[in-house]
Each structure stands twice: as structure tokens, then as C-alpha cells.
């Protein structure tokens, strides 16, 4: 979802490592309005499948390539990747497996306003 850039250098200042939070004055996919962070939730059950780390997790265990999670974990976790790759038209980033950007995005403006 869209994170105005205002919100941006909040984050920067808080957790300065590009890995994680993109530099405010370049800007990311979310202060374009062209990613959205997601999970998958089970109908039958209204919980969130297994995936490999909370949601913001700082640490190569959040990567899309890292292996050493349960298997039902990577499965989860592809499922999630090819629903919105293959599917959805999005494409990876790769240190978090919960986000996913609509590639035409990133010549989309940097936007800076508060939704209602």
C-alpha cells in the first residue's frame, strides 16, 4: 500500500539500512503507491498460513531465497510468490517475503499526502 514520504523519513531515521527502509530521498515502491505488503489467510480456518518470520523482520531469515524454514514454511511462501508473480504481474523483493511491487511503478511520482 501507499506510505507517504513524509512517513518514510520517519522510518529512515529509526532503521537506516536500505536493506530494510528504503533512503527517503530516493523514495521506495510504497511512497509511489506501487507495493503492497501481504500474507495468505486460511478461509476455513481465518489464520494466517505459516511463513518464514513476522511481518517487518529484520534478518535473512525474512528472504525470499533463505531454505532453513520448515517446508510447509517454503511452501507457504512459494505459494504466496507465485500467486502474485505468475498471477498477480508483481515481482519480488528479495529481503522480504512479504513484499511486492508493481513494476511499472517505479516510474510512478513520489507522492507526500495523508488519505483520508
Known sequence: GYRPRSVQY???NIVP???YVAD?????????GGAVDLTIIDFSTKKELDMPTVFDFFGVEAQHEYMEHPLHVIVN??????LMT????????AEEWWHYKYPPSDNFPLLDFQPK
Not at 24 to 32: T, W, Y
Not at 86 to 93: D, L, T
Open 24 to 32: 527517503p530521498n530516493i523514495g521506495s515502491s510504497h511512497n509511489r
Open 17 to 19: 539500512d536500505p536493506r
Open 10 to 12: 520517519r522510518m529512515w
Open 77 to 82: 511462501r512459494e505459494l504466496l510468490k507465485n
Open 86 to 93: 505468475n498471477v498477480g504481474g508483481f515481482s519480488i523483493y
